[in-house]
């Protein structure tokens, strides 16, 4: 049986917030024991208590159990978090059990065997000591060239090899469509996903946390878009869009002032983006952006606050995370409200939101992030190939080939992927 379930704000709400250690612990037991009965290898479900037991870990944890109830032995499949990361969060020693775990699974398909395999060595690239690497001031990265050589070799090697089986497998399915798409059975949320009066709550204190940094900051994206269009937030919305540049931005600074926000703030994670560019045959450069692109802020209300970094090249800025980029012109800022509290925002509101979403004054119920705007990228990592790579087959499963051809294209126009005697292969 196929299960799809909608996100609930309450949900994400409850799973985000903070929790004291006198409920922290006990509540990471629960979830690895869950975990392990779910089907987990054992020493994923022992680092799966060591993550819970963190104070922004029990929500990756959740999402691990619903991807072992997809996986293991229970008769479901729950599509609803198809996109998941296993990788994220994950020891190398259970990373190991699990890649070895999946190769033996006769529940799951052959793409799922080999994309998550591949999540699972890409997490483990992402993960290499870039402490001792050369560092570009210029553009903020340090850069590690790996070689036959080098243990991280083989890590790679498996990586591309994954990616190009699951890429194998959509390409055999894109010439033979499936007949019948794969039916879910969708579970729908019944209440708005946005409580406002804690939006606004949250933006009130961003400003606050803001101020005490000395940061000029300026709301983005949807967040913006709800400003101009309707004056307040959109209704439809799950948190908070903000940026600051990158020449304003220290993590370390940020660190400190959310330690000092008297529990108002904690950060869930920090998005690092890892590059992956071939160099020769025996030689791929890895190379990390020294400050996080993107760091999620979780407001005491369980409300996130996604604080993108923006970096400048030539007259173009961009933002993004491990997975896409947007690239805007530049623009200065000015004066937006959303319920009482004055923000900044792009003060050329029409170019920047017709760069973002086209015909962005009449409302959409469906807007796909990864390939809708005109204005999308994809970042050259890891992560980005096996989600994109899983967002195509997802589609293919819906039966919607032309969606897939989409995606497929975009991937081959921006160099990711080419296609050789008709089978898709990772650049």
């Given at each position: 049986m196929n299960i799809e379930v909608e996100k609930s704000y309450r949900l994400l709400r409850f799973l985000n917030k903070p929790r004291h250690p006198l409920l922290r612990y006990p509540l990471a037991l629960l979830s690895g024991i869950g975990v392990w009965m779910l089907g987990a290898p054992l020493a994923v479900a022992v680092d799966s208590i060591k993550l819970a037991s963190r104070s922004n870990g029990l929500k990756i944890v959740v999402r691990r159990g619903i991807w072992f109830a997809h996986t293991g032995?229970?008769?479901?499949?729950?599509?609803?978090?198809?996109?998941?990361?296993?990788?994220?969060?994950?020891?190398?020693?259970?990373?190991?059990?699990?890649?070895?775990?999946?190769?033996?699974?006769?529940?799951?398909?052959?793409?799922?065997?080999?994309?998550?395999?591949?999540?699972?060595?890409?997490?483990?690239?992402?993960?290499?000591?870039?402490?001792?690497?050369?560092?570009?001031?210029?553009?903020?990265?340090?850069?590690?060239v790996i070689s036959p050589q080098d243990s991280l070799w083989q890590y790679d090697k498996s990586f591309c090899a994954s990616?190009?089986?699951?890429?194998?497998?959509?390409?055999?399915?894109?010439?033979?469509?499936?007949?019948?798409?794969v039916v879910a059975h969708k579970f729908q949320?019944?209440?708005?996903?946005?409580?406002?009066?804690?939006?606004?709550?949250?933006?009130?204190?961003?400003?606050?946390?803001?101020?005490?940094?000395e940061w000029p900051w300026y709301v983005?994206?949807?967040?913006?878009?709800?400003?101009?269009?309707?004056?307040?937030?959109?209704?439809?919305?799950?948190?908070?869009?903000?940026?600051?540049?990158?020449?304003d931005f220290d993590i370390k600074q940020l660190r400190d002032a959310?330690?000092?926000?008297?529990?108002?703030?904690?950060?869930?994670?920090?998005?690092?983006?890892?590059?992956?560019?071939?160099?020769?045959?025996?030689?791929?450069?890895?190379?990390?952006?020294?400050?996080?692109?993107?760091?999620?802020?979780v407001h005491h209300t369980g409300l996130v606050a996604d604080l993108f970094v923006h970096v400048q090249e030539g007259s173009v800025v961009w933002h993004g995370s491990a997975i896409h980029r947007w690239d805007n012109s530049e623009f200065s800022l000015t004066d937006y409200t959303l319920g009482s509290q004055v923000v900044k925002g792009a003060a050329d509101a029409d170019r920047y939101l017709t760069e973002n979403y086209g015909d962005w004054r009449t409302p959409v119920t469906r807007f796909d992030c990864s390939i809708d705007p005109p204005n999308i990228r994809y970042s050259r990592t890891a992560r980005s190939i096996t989600y994109l790579s899983k967002v195509i087959?997802?589609?293919?499963?819906?039966?919607?080939?032309?969606?897939?051809?989409?995606y497929l294209s975009a991937l081959e126009s921006d160099g990711m992927i080419l296609k050789q005697d008709g089978v898709y292969r990772y650049c």
């Amino acid at each position: 049986m196929n299960i799809e379930v909608e996100k609930s704000y309450r949900l994400l709400r409850f799973l985000n917030k903070p929790r004291h250690p006198l409920l922290r612990y006990p509540l990471a037991l629960l979830s690895g024991i869950g975990v392990w009965m779910l089907g987990a290898p054992l020493a994923v479900a022992v680092d799966s208590i060591k993550l819970a037991s963190r104070s922004n870990g029990l929500k990756i944890v959740v999402r691990r159990g619903i991807w072992f109830a997809h996986t293991g032995w229970l008769p479901v499949s729950t599509r609803s978090d198809f996109f998941f990361d296993i990788s994220e969060e994950m020891s190398t020693k259970a990373a190991d059990c699990l890649i070895a775990w999946l190769a033996d699974n006769r529940r799951i398909t052959d793409f799922e065997r080999h994309i998550w395999q591949a999540d699972l060595h890409g997490g483990k690239l992402e993960k290499a000591d870039f402490s001792e690497c050369d560092n570009d001031r210029e553009t903020s990265t340090s850069s590690l060239v790996i070689s036959p050589q080098d243990s991280l070799w083989q890590y790679d090697k498996s990586f591309c090899a994954s990616v190009n089986h699951a890429l194998s497998i959509i390409s055999a399915d894109m010439d033979n469509p499936t007949a019948a798409p794969v039916v879910a059975h969708k579970f729908q949320k019944s209440a708005q996903s946005f409580d406002k009066n804690d939006a606004y709550r949250t933006i009130k204190d961003c400003d606050s946390l803001m101020g005490s940094l000395e940061w000029p900051w300026y709301v983005i994206s949807g967040t913006l878009l709800g400003a101009v269009r309707e004056q307040d937030f959109l209704g439809h919305d799950y948190d908070i869009d903000i940026g600051v540049d990158v020449k304003d931005f220290d993590i370390k600074q940020l660190r400190d002032a959310v330690a000092g926000s008297n529990n108002t703030w904690f950060i869930k994670s920090e998005s690092y983006c890892t590059f992956r560019e071939v160099v020769s045959e025996r030689a791929v450069r890895y190379s990390r952006l020294t400050q996080p692109i993107l760091v999620k802020l979780v407001h005491h209300t369980g409300l996130v606050a996604d604080l993108f970094v923006h970096v400048q090249e030539g007259s173009v800025v961009w933002h993004g995370s491990a997975i896409h980029r947007w690239d805007n012109s530049e623009f200065s800022l000015t004066d937006y409200t959303l319920g009482s509290q004055v923000v900044k925002g792009a003060a050329d509101a029409d170019r920047y939101l017709t760069e973002n979403y086209g015909d962005w004054r009449t409302p959409v119920t469906r807007f796909d992030c990864s390939i809708d705007p005109p204005n999308i990228r994809y970042s050259r990592t890891a992560r980005s190939i096996t989600y994109l790579s899983k967002v195509i087959y997802r589609y293919l499963l819906d039966g919607d080939v032309e969606k897939a051809r989409q995606y497929l294209s975009a991937l081959e126009s921006d160099g990711m992927i080419l296609k050789q005697d008709g089978v898709y292969r990772y650049c």
